[in-house]
């Protein structure tokens, strides 16, 4: 598919008003997004687990306007209340998806969103926030095109996420997602995250995602920042490729279950991300003590007791700890015992991989 494919036709039906609500995951990545083309195109494949329990729901209101002049008129509730903070992004989204969603100046519409994680945890919203709005709106065009597709209503709202926050182009399904153009991925694409279709091993199996809160303020460097710092990156070249290569190394292990090697390449990626971000220009660095002293723990776990307990990290300093379903005991217990005292108020989140997006009635 192009992205020609995504501008519709003129509509068949006529909606004065209505409502619709999705609640839509997060999703932790496996092969790091890091690095971005013009239009959110990914400069690299990438792959995550979509999650079950760290969600958005947002409900969209509609009601169609008298006269549609040049502006998007939208009303934002987070959480119940007015939150103008978050207007510049959501104005911003709706601009670039207009040109899919040509009845975006027609209508009126309240958006009211609230996240299943605590409120400012240092966890990004973006992914749940975008495919949530995305979903609505496209709810919304299936009313407007009755015959839509299951497929297109789909894959479109992938392409719309995208556009949103990359990475929330992965979160509308489950339970692992790809996005971005691989060779031996079927279908996969730049435009839009695609369900991984290749064998998965029993081992991956609702595998166990804690997220342990190491600091639960805000980013001090966008993530729209730290993609714009590839471009010139003296290793941006080898890091693509590295990812590319990583995927295929990914697909043989999904399929034999080889949580060593897993571990490996889920590790080395996360601290790629961190080792692109500790060498752009400005260099940065968003790993904290904390989250250093948690790596070293999990090592000296593992050694200790030979269970496939590992890390990963997005773009932050919150440590997502990755095991099967299978070792959830003593690792919880670990957890607990010896590293919840590294997280802000000892908070952490238990969450594991989950099947995507629903809609409410
Ligand atoms: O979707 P963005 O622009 O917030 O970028 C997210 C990038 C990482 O979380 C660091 C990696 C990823 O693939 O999710």
Redesign the pocket.
Known sequence: MTEKDFIPQPYSAVVEEGEVTWQSPS???L????G?LEN?LPANP?I?FTLNNCRTTTTLKFQKREKSDSGFDFELLFEGEKKDSFRPKIQEFLKRVEPFLPFLKDYKFRIETSNSFPHSSGI?S??SGMSALSLCLMSLEKQLDPEMKEDYFIRKSSFLARLG????C?SIEGDLVV?GMHNSIYQSSDLYGVPYRGEVHDNFKNYRDTILLVDKGEKQV???L??GLMNDHPYAETRFRQAHDNLDKLKKIFRSGDLEGFIKIVESEALT?HAMMMTSQPYFLLMKPNTLAIINKVFEFRQETGLHLCFT????ANVHLLYPDSEKEETLMFIKTDLSKYCQGEQYIEDHVGNGAKKLA
């Open positions: 999703n932790i990545a092969v790091k997004y890091w971005k959110q990438s995550s990004a973006s992914a926050s990359g990475s929330a992965r996005w966008s993530s729209t730290g993609h991300l990290l997005d773009a932050g």
